[in-house]
């Protein structure tokens, strides 16, 4: 089974920092692809930025140099540096990662950690 867990939200007043980190564990042979996904309150899941297992990356137009994906292929790990934060930002942000077992991908989901903005 695999394991995704994310963590590093909180509430944070506009204009500020968050770091946001998601972590894979289990049992796969590699990671093709690993991305954050945000879901405000009645709206629908959305991307935020993804990476593939080439390093490259994907970023949603409304968070375009103000977060940063970056990765750290040892500990299987993607961070989500999040910068210049607006009320707006404010979500369940969660991690999904595509890895590969047995030649097959499969997809998992993390549970989600709360971003909240302060105005």
């Known amino acids: 089974q695999v394991q995704v867990v994310e963590s590093g939200g909180g509430l944070v007043q506009a204009g500020g920092s968050l770091r946001l980190s998601c972590a894979a564990s289990?049992?796969?042979?590699?990671?093709?692809?690993m991305g954050w996904y945000r879901q405000a309150p009645e709206k629908q899941r959305e991307l935020v930025a993804s990476?593939?297992?080439?390093?490259?990356?994907r970023y949603a137009d409304f968070v375009k140099g103000r977060f940063t994906i970056s990765r750290d292929n040892a500990k299987n790990t993607v961070y989500l540096q999040m910068g210049r934060l607006k009320p707006e930002d404010t979500a369940v942000y969660y991690c999904k990662a595509i890895v590969v077992r047995s030649g097959l991908k499969y997809q998992y989901w993390g549970q989600g950690t709360q971003v909240t903005v302060s105005s």
């Open positions: 990476m593939t297992s080439g390093g490259t990356t």
């Open positions: 289990g049992s796969f042979y590699s990671i093709d692809y």
